[in-house]
């Protein structure tokens, strides 16, 4: 059909005359403007914002006594996982959206202080925090709590005639085949670590392991939820070992369907590579004052001993006292594998794309 | 036309371009030269002529022809059921297609996973898991909805006597399907294929997690790029490529409809009762492509230890100690966005649709391929590009929760669109005329003639922006958000973020409920409508 314009017939909604007809066209463009307008924020008194991953949470009440004694309210943002967090904060850094940043891994880290967007400032709170994880000697991030991802097993699976593996040696072990479930170190937190694991390791013949690891029937998953929820006995799979956290079996507790006293998996204490999370301030932030009292409450007994309920991670103060299921079922990792942040940084895309080459291909 | 209603007319049709411009394009563009503005030039060639790339690229456009062709193909025999038959339990065939669509990937990867476990799919000789072949299942699964909806409606309003004329003249089925039928319905096969193809050249999840570690599109490698290796200048390279294919593929269907230019008169004929082979193929053929892995997803969310039971549901009320909000407050959030959202894709595609039908030809054609474009840009990079664009007065929104209704709008309003344009294209002149001749004002003719046809046509479009906005995953997870405002389907995938069988419940139990109150909402929203077959959109 020809469609010329002067058949143009917008009436019912943009009228020539007609009082009823104006205002609904007018209404439409308001309600656009009052859209705009009504986003463009409300200046509250004294607000600190701390922008953060999806993964943080922690009890209600808890911020709420932060405001009581200081006065300052704690406004939360959240922005994805930990890589979209640090390329959000990057991007944003000629216009920081908040004042206190915090979940950025020694994983990420040196990525972090790279692109200078961290301010230093050294918490007084700071004396209770071991020195081992206070990766950065300038300040410029604090290190708040810490986690270790670890080899974990279904603990059925294994018996007197196949014990459970206990180190990464073991697990390219024949008896093993098939059994082990890992996540792409491009596309998955845990992944990554475990992979940290292994160059802590093997050093230059992690190649070697992981080649051995895949003539062992590795499969590997993109995620985290895959791998334990689809792979993993736990989640209905049939594979008996999993890249998972050394709080996981507190949580298979705490989250079970039938009351349990124990959890159904177990941890490698030694596979494990420790993951530290860090709150830093913002350069640039618009409340300096406001940002250092909210790191400070982050070290604080109160934040710190909600850390493991809220979070499934273990708090980064010695005087935190942990809930009870977790010093009962958590694994406490003596001597976990790290690595320098800055090493791992130069060094990390070479790094998976030779085990993308390795496992993948 | 006076200069009063010219304006007017322009006043009118800057409404969606300022959206589309203040939300899309501005971002995009801050987004595109923050990245690559300057030596980032050198790289983007050095992309452009990697082996990496090209595999990658391949493997993209490979599997979204694939998965199109597919997905055309299983819904013909369903479109001719419904276009040319009359059954009973109609509604529940258009309910039972469109579901699917709201899904959030990550539970339709699980529903699949578990199906393939079932069914010993997941090993062997026979194995679907991480294969190219789950990723064509669920891209099928999860478009048969838009391909039945917009062929069966067309295909309903052409004229059968041809066919009939045909048959009787002694052409065997097959002969009048290729000469007669199938050359009539390519306007409207072009159109959905077009739809479809989008969504599988920019699907997300569902290549994340069932296609395997070792496959990458160009949308999960812009994510790869963006979030994983902090490298948003490869990212936005991507992005520009993946943004021109998308182009190349508007264009395209844009001249394929426009072919169209045949109105065939409507017939007014009775529906014949479906024959029985027929309909049990159908029941079939839905029941494998989309009722197993829905039953699968019933069936988790009922599983309880070794039983089964409601415990699942009567927990989404509690808040567990991960999550910011409890489910039924999630759900809460993402009915209130998807309700605006559904009003801003309303209000917009419907003024858009007026501009395409009736503006000036380059008009028309700039606001129907400006507005398709939210479909095949990388949620990643409009995320980040909001970010570092609406960032200072008069829009602050980083922090807003508008944002997310405002990003679900955009991908609801190509929906409203394809379900308005043609119903006010087929208008029939005629009754205007009539009506003018009988002394009708012109107000009085769009009132009482345009208006009721294309809200009834428009009804359709917003209960697709409705059932996207309440699915959306990808858009709304790379934007920045508040701890009180996390959606359902965010909460779904922080409850299977961490161990535990009630988080994996109750992340089941809160599939089920978006998925039934999208039902109910299509029921809703289109009910009273499909009675009478008397409209005829896009879907």
């Not at chain 1, 790279?114 to 020195?131: G, M, N, T, W």
């Not at chain 1, 792409?184 to 390791?201: R, V």
């Not at chain 2, 959030?104 to 476990?117: I, K, N, Q």
Request: negative net charge; proline residues 5%; contains cysteine.
């Amino acid at each position: 059909m020809e469609v010329l314009p002067t058949r143009l017939n917008l009436n019912w909604i943009m009228p020539a005359e007609g009082e009823k007809m104006k205002k609904k066209s007018l209404f439409i463009i308001l309600l656009l403007a009052v859209v705009m307008i009504s986003a463009c924020g409300e200046e509250e008194e004294r607000t600190v914002t701390l922008l953060t991953h999806d993964s943080f949470w922690i009890s209600e009440g808890v911020f709420q006594d932060f405001t009581e004694q200081t006065g300052v309210t704690v406004e939360l943002q959240m922005a994805g996982d930990t890589g979209q967090l640090l390329a959000s904060a990057i991007l944003t850094a000629s216009n920081p959206a908040a004042d206190v940043i915090f979940g950025i891994d020694n994983t990420f880290l040196q990525r972090a202080l790279d692109a200078e967007i961290f301010s230093a400032y050294e918490s007084p709170a700071l004396v209770h925090i071991p020195e081992e994880i206070q990766l950065d000697s300038q300040h410029r991030v604090t290190p708040i709590d810490f986690g270790d991802v670890c080899i974990n097993y279904w603990i059925d699976s294994f018996d007197a005639n196949l014990p459970v593996p206990e180190n990464l040696d073991d697990l390219i072990n024949p008896k093993y085949y098939g059994q082990l479930v890992v996540q792409n170190p491009e596309t998955s937190s845990p992944g990554l670590a475990f992979l940290l694991a292994t160059i802590a390791e093997y050093g230059e013949d992690w190649e070697a392991w992981w080649e051995a690891l895949k003539n062992n029937g590795v499969t590997v998953t993109s995620g985290w939820e895959d791998a334990y929820e689809g792979e993993f006995v736990a989640g209905g799979g049939d594979r008996p070992l999993v890249v998972s956290y050394a709080s996981s079996p507190p949580a298979e507790v705490i989250y079970s369907e039938i009351p349990i006293n124990s959890p159904p998996t177990g941890v490698l204490t030694d596979t494990c590579f420790r993951q530290i999370e860090f709150a830093g301030i913002v350069n640039g932030a618009n409340n300096q004052e406001s940002a250092e009292a909210l790191v400070d409450f982050m070290l604080s007994e109160r934040f710190q001993e909600d850390i493991p309920n809220s979070m499934l991670m273990f708090p980064a103060s010695v005087n935190a006292e942990l809930p009870q299921i977790f010093s009962e079922f958590a694994e406490v990792v003596e001597t976990p594998y790290m690595l320098d942040p800055e090493f791992i940084e130069e060094n990390r895309n070479d790094w998976t794309e030779r085990w993308t080459e390795i496992v993948l291909r | 036309m006076t200069l009063v209603k010219k304006l007017r007319w322009v006043a009118l049709a800057a409404i969606p371009v300022l959206f589309i411009g203040a939300f899309f394009y501005w971002p995009l563009i801050k987004i595109f030269s923050h990245a690559l503005g300057g030596e980032e030039i050198e790289d983007f060639k050095s992309l452009l002529f990697s082996g990496s790339f090209h595999q990658i690229a391949w493997f993209t456009v490979w599997q979204a022809f694939l998965s199109t062709v597919l997905t055309m193909v299983l819904a013909l025999p369903t479109a001719y059921l419904m276009a040319r038959y009359s059954f009973r339990g109609r509604r529940i065939f258009q309910i039972v297609t469109t579901v699917p669509f709201v899904l959030p990937t990550v539970v339709v990867a699980g529903a699949f996973t578990a199906l393939f476990e079932r069914f010993g799919l997941d090993e062997g000789a026979f194995r679907l898991r991480h294969t190219v072949w789950a990723l064509l299942a669920a891209h099928v699964f999860f478009n048969l909805a838009i391909a039945i909806r917009t062929v069966s409606s067309f295909w309903s309003g052409l004229d059968p006597r041809i066919e009939e004329q045909a048959k009787l003249l002694g052409a065997t089925p097959w002969h009048i399907f290729r000469k007669i039928t199938f050359p009539r319905l390519i306007p409207v096969l072009a159109a959905a294929s077009s739809i479809v193809f989008l969504f599988c050249l920019t699907s997300f999840g569902v290549v994340l997690l069932l296609a395997g570690p070792t496959r990458a599109t160009i949308e999960t490698e812009i994510w790869r790029q963006a979030i994983w290796r902090g490298d948003i200048a490869t990212a936005s390279s991507l992005a520009v490529i993946q943004l021109v294919a998308v182009l190349v593929m508007v264009l395209l269907m844009n001249y394929l409809q426009r072919r169209q230019a045949v109105v065939e008169n409507r017939m007014d004929f009775v529906y014949e009762k479906a024959p029985r082979k027929l309909f049990a193929g159908n029941i079939f053929l839905l029941f494998v492509m989309i009722g197993l892995p829905i039953i699968i997803l019933f069936e988790s969310s009922l599983t309880v230890g070794d039983g089964y039971s409601f415990q699942n549901f009567a927990s989404l009320a509690d808040r567990v100690t991960l999550v910011p909000v409890s489910a039924i407050t999630a759900l809460k959030n993402s009915l209130l966005f998807a309700f605006v959202a559904t009003i801003f894709a309303s209000l917009l595609g419907c003024i858009a649709s007026f501009v395409v039908v009736h503006g000036r030809r380059w008009v028309s054609n700039l606001f129907d391929i400006g507005m398709m474009f939210p479909l095949g840009i990388s949620a990643v990079v409009l995320g980040f590009g909001m970010l570092i664009s609406l960032d200072a007065p008069p829009l602050d929104l980083r922090s807003s929760w508008i944002l997310v209704p405002i990003a679900h709008s955009l991908l609801g309003i190509p929906f409203v669109m394809r379900a308005v344009i043609p119903t006010l294209r087929r208008i029939d002149p005629s009754l205007r005329e009539s009506a003018t001749l009988l002394g009708a004002s012109p107000r009085q003719v769009s009132r009482h003639i345009d208006f009721p046809i294309a809200l009834r046509a428009l009804s359709v479009g917003a209960a697709f922006a409705f059932a996207i906005s309440i699915g959306e995953f990808g858009a709304t997870s790379f934007l920045p958000r508040n701890p009180d405002r996390l959606t359902a389907p965010l909460v779904l995938f922080r409850l299977l973020g961490a161990p535990g069988e009630t988080l994996r419940g109750q992340a089941m139990a809160l599939a089920v409920v978006l998925m039934t109150i999208t039902a109910l909402a299509v029921i809703l929203v289109e009910g009273s409508f499909f009675k009478k077959e008397t409209i005829r959109s896009d879907f």
